[in-house]
Protein backbone atom coordinates (compact mmCIF):
# COMPACT_ATOMS: atom_id res chain seq x y z
CA UNK A 1 0.00 0.00 0.00
CA UNK A 2 0.66 3.44 -0.03
CA UNK A 3 3.45 5.15 2.38
CA UNK A 4 2.93 8.06 4.06
CA UNK A 5 6.29 9.32 6.72
CA UNK A 6 6.07 11.71 9.09
CA UNK A 7 9.20 13.79 10.79
CA UNK A 8 10.01 13.62 13.57
CA UNK A 9 8.23 11.33 15.27
CA UNK A 10 9.00 12.91 18.82
CA UNK A 11 9.67 15.52 19.78
CA UNK A 12 10.65 17.73 22.71
CA UNK A 13 10.64 21.92 22.95
CA UNK A 14 10.38 24.62 25.07
CA UNK A 15 7.64 26.52 26.41
CA UNK A 16 7.15 29.64 23.66
CA UNK A 17 8.83 27.81 20.42
CA UNK A 18 7.93 26.72 17.17
CA UNK A 19 7.87 23.25 15.72
CA UNK A 20 7.64 22.12 12.23
CA UNK A 21 6.13 18.43 11.41
CA UNK A 22 6.88 17.00 8.21
CA UNK A 23 4.06 14.59 6.58
CA UNK A 24 5.81 13.21 3.09
CA UNK A 25 3.56 10.75 0.88
CA UNK A 26 6.45 8.74 -0.36
CA UNK A 27 5.00 6.66 -3.31
CA UNK A 28 2.14 8.87 -4.87
CA UNK A 29 0.82 12.18 -4.82
CA UNK A 30 -1.66 13.70 -2.80
CA UNK A 31 -3.58 16.72 -3.72
CA UNK A 32 -5.11 16.29 0.03
CA UNK A 33 -3.80 15.58 3.26
CA UNK A 34 -4.95 15.48 6.53
CA UNK A 35 -3.59 16.60 9.93
CA UNK A 36 -5.09 15.02 13.30
CA UNK A 37 -4.55 15.02 16.78
CA UNK A 38 -4.63 12.51 19.76
CA UNK A 39 -4.69 13.16 23.39
CA UNK A 40 -3.99 10.91 26.23
CA UNK A 41 -6.77 7.88 25.68
CA UNK A 42 -8.73 9.73 23.57
CA UNK A 43 -9.60 9.35 19.79
CA UNK A 44 -7.84 11.12 17.03
CA UNK A 45 -9.54 14.29 16.12
CA UNK A 46 -9.34 16.14 12.82
CA UNK A 47 -7.53 19.68 12.95
CA UNK A 48 -7.41 20.77 9.35
CA UNK A 49 -7.79 19.51 5.92
CA UNK A 50 -4.34 20.38 3.46
CA UNK A 51 -5.17 21.18 -0.40
CA UNK A 52 -1.93 21.74 -2.41
CA UNK A 53 -2.05 25.37 -3.82
CA UNK A 54 -4.90 26.46 -1.53
CA UNK A 55 -5.20 27.46 2.40
CA UNK A 56 -5.92 24.62 4.67
CA UNK A 57 -9.66 24.24 6.08
CA UNK A 58 -9.71 23.98 9.77
CA UNK A 59 -12.34 22.50 12.10
CA UNK A 60 -14.04 24.34 14.61
CA UNK A 61 -12.14 25.22 17.73
CA UNK A 62 -8.47 24.79 15.78
CA UNK A 63 -6.88 27.79 16.20
CA UNK A 64 -5.12 28.56 12.66
CA UNK A 65 -2.77 31.09 13.54
CA UNK A 66 -1.17 28.50 15.75
CA UNK A 67 -1.26 25.50 13.87
CA UNK A 68 0.29 26.74 10.46
CA UNK A 69 -0.51 24.17 7.73
CA UNK A 70 1.43 24.54 4.23
CA UNK A 71 1.20 21.88 1.50
CA UNK A 72 3.74 23.39 -1.25
CA UNK A 73 3.91 20.44 -2.54
CA UNK A 74 1.76 17.14 -4.20
CA UNK A 75 3.97 15.02 -1.91
CA UNK A 76 4.54 17.51 1.46
CA UNK A 77 2.23 18.96 4.00
CA UNK A 78 3.86 20.50 7.23
CA UNK A 79 2.50 21.32 10.45
CA UNK A 80 3.89 24.47 12.31
CA UNK A 81 2.83 25.18 15.40
CA UNK A 82 3.82 28.13 16.75
CA UNK A 83 4.54 29.60 20.28
CA UNK A 84 4.24 25.91 21.47
CA UNK A 85 2.27 25.82 24.95
CA UNK A 86 2.18 22.37 27.44
CA UNK A 87 -1.19 22.08 26.57
CA UNK A 88 -0.21 21.58 22.87
CA UNK A 89 1.53 18.12 23.83
CA UNK A 90 -0.25 15.53 22.28
CA UNK A 91 0.15 13.06 19.01
CA UNK A 92 0.07 14.51 16.17
CA UNK A 93 -0.80 12.02 12.66
CA UNK A 94 -1.48 12.96 9.42
CA UNK A 95 -2.40 11.25 6.71
CA UNK A 96 -2.82 11.49 2.21
CA UNK A 97 -5.96 10.61 0.47
CA UNK A 98 -5.79 8.50 -2.24
CA UNK A 99 -8.08 7.34 -4.48
CA UNK A 100 -11.45 6.09 -3.44
CA UNK A 101 -11.47 8.23 -0.43
CA UNK A 102 -8.72 6.12 0.97
CA UNK A 103 -6.49 7.63 3.58
CA UNK A 104 -2.87 6.81 4.26
CA UNK A 105 -1.73 7.10 7.77
CA UNK A 106 1.86 8.43 8.81
CA UNK A 107 3.11 7.05 11.76
CA UNK A 108 2.50 10.16 14.06
CA UNK A 109 4.49 12.30 16.05
CA UNK A 110 4.67 12.97 19.62
CA UNK A 111 5.12 16.38 20.69
CA UNK A 112 6.36 17.32 24.14
CA UNK A 113 6.21 20.50 25.30
CA UNK A 114 7.98 21.77 28.44
CA UNK B 1 -22.24 16.18 11.52
CA UNK B 2 -20.94 12.62 11.67
CA UNK B 3 -20.89 11.46 14.74
CA UNK B 4 -18.86 7.65 15.24
CA UNK B 5 -19.77 5.75 18.81
CA UNK B 6 -18.04 2.52 19.41
CA UNK B 7 -19.43 0.32 21.87
CA UNK B 8 -17.87 -1.70 24.46
CA UNK B 9 -15.43 1.77 25.53
CA UNK B 10 -13.01 -1.37 26.88
CA UNK B 11 -13.39 -5.52 26.87
CA UNK B 12 -11.19 -7.77 28.55
CA UNK B 13 -11.39 -11.17 27.22
CA UNK B 14 -9.43 -14.57 28.06
CA UNK B 15 -7.47 -16.11 24.98
CA UNK B 16 -9.22 -18.29 22.60
CA UNK B 17 -12.53 -16.03 22.58
CA UNK B 18 -14.31 -14.60 19.77
CA UNK B 19 -15.20 -11.23 20.11
CA UNK B 20 -17.49 -8.67 18.37
CA UNK B 21 -16.39 -4.92 18.28
CA UNK B 22 -19.35 -2.38 17.83
CA UNK B 23 -19.11 0.92 15.66
CA UNK B 24 -22.26 3.33 14.79
CA UNK B 25 -22.51 6.09 12.95
CA UNK B 26 -25.12 9.16 12.75
CA UNK B 27 -24.75 9.61 8.65
CA UNK B 28 -25.46 6.94 6.35
CA UNK B 29 -23.91 9.06 3.39
CA UNK B 30 -20.17 7.61 3.68
CA UNK B 31 -17.88 6.49 1.47
CA UNK B 32 -16.37 4.06 3.10
CA UNK B 33 -15.53 2.68 6.51
CA UNK B 34 -11.78 1.42 8.17
CA UNK B 35 -11.03 -0.12 11.33
CA UNK B 36 -7.77 0.58 12.41
CA UNK B 37 -5.52 -0.92 15.03
CA UNK B 38 -3.55 1.60 17.36
CA UNK B 39 -0.96 0.13 20.21
CA UNK B 40 -0.44 2.41 22.73
CA UNK B 41 1.68 5.42 22.18
CA UNK B 42 2.14 4.41 18.70
CA UNK B 43 0.34 5.34 15.40
CA UNK B 44 -2.32 3.58 13.43
CA UNK B 45 -2.02 0.09 11.89
CA UNK B 46 -4.91 -0.38 8.99
CA UNK B 47 -7.13 -3.18 9.93
CA UNK B 48 -9.85 -3.34 7.25
CA UNK B 49 -11.06 -1.11 4.94
CA UNK B 50 -15.00 -1.24 3.57
CA UNK B 51 -16.27 0.51 0.64
CA UNK B 52 -20.07 1.89 0.96
CA UNK B 53 -20.95 -0.65 -2.17
CA UNK B 54 -19.45 -3.19 0.28
CA UNK B 55 -20.72 -5.43 3.10
CA UNK B 56 -17.95 -6.98 4.66
CA UNK B 57 -14.40 -7.39 4.11
CA UNK B 58 -12.25 -10.47 5.99
CA UNK B 59 -8.39 -10.84 6.68
CA UNK B 60 -7.40 -13.71 8.26
CA UNK B 61 -9.04 -14.22 11.38
CA UNK B 62 -10.72 -10.34 11.24
CA UNK B 63 -13.87 -9.74 9.54
CA UNK B 64 -15.64 -6.67 9.61
CA UNK B 65 -19.05 -6.24 8.31
CA UNK B 66 -20.68 -3.08 7.15
CA UNK B 67 -24.27 -2.07 7.20
CA UNK B 68 -25.08 1.31 6.04
CA UNK B 69 -29.04 1.84 6.13
CA UNK B 70 -29.22 1.04 10.02
CA UNK B 71 -25.30 3.05 10.49
CA UNK B 72 -23.71 -0.09 11.69
CA UNK B 73 -20.48 -1.94 11.65
CA UNK B 74 -18.68 -4.53 13.31
CA UNK B 75 -15.59 -5.87 13.64
CA UNK B 76 -15.90 -10.01 14.46
CA UNK B 77 -11.99 -11.02 16.12
CA UNK B 78 -11.87 -14.95 15.90
CA UNK B 79 -9.52 -16.45 18.14
CA UNK B 80 -8.32 -13.74 20.03
CA UNK B 81 -4.46 -14.06 21.26
CA UNK B 82 -2.93 -11.54 23.91
CA UNK B 83 -1.25 -9.85 20.88
CA UNK B 84 -4.68 -8.36 19.85
CA UNK B 85 -4.75 -6.29 23.21
CA UNK B 86 -4.59 -3.00 21.11
CA UNK B 87 -7.04 -0.05 20.80
CA UNK B 88 -9.19 -0.69 17.95
CA UNK B 89 -10.71 2.53 15.94
CA UNK B 90 -13.54 2.49 13.83
CA UNK B 91 -13.63 5.32 11.15
CA UNK B 92 -16.27 6.31 8.53
CA UNK B 93 -14.68 8.27 5.58
CA UNK B 94 -17.30 10.91 4.25
CA UNK B 95 -16.45 13.19 1.26
CA UNK B 96 -12.89 14.24 1.94
CA UNK B 97 -13.20 13.68 5.79
CA UNK B 98 -12.77 10.84 8.12
CA UNK B 99 -14.25 10.92 11.36
CA UNK B 100 -13.10 8.38 14.37
CA UNK B 101 -14.84 6.21 17.20
CA UNK B 102 -13.32 6.51 20.25
CA UNK B 103 -11.80 3.46 20.35
CA UNK B 104 -12.44 0.49 22.47
CA UNK B 105 -9.41 -0.89 24.66
CA UNK B 106 -9.31 -4.87 23.48
CA UNK B 107 -7.31 -6.78 26.26
CA UNK B 108 -6.87 -10.47 26.01
CA UNK B 109 -5.69 -12.10 28.74
CA UNK B 110 -2.96 -15.47 28.29
Known amino acids: GAVVSQHPSWVICKSGTSVKIECRSLDFQATTMFWYRQFPKQSLMLMAT?????????EQGVEKDKFLINHASLTLSTLTVTSAHPEDSSFYIC??????????FGPGTRLTVL | KQEVTQIPAALSVPEGENLVLNCSFT??????LQWFRQDPGKGLTSLLL?????REQTSGRLNASLDKSSGRSTLYIAASQPGDSATYLCAVGGNNDMRFGAGTRLTVKP
Open chain 1, 95 to 104: SALLLYNEQF
Open chain 2, 50 to 54: IQSSQ
Open chain 2, 27 to 32: DSAIYN
Open chain 1, 50 to 58: SNEGSKATY
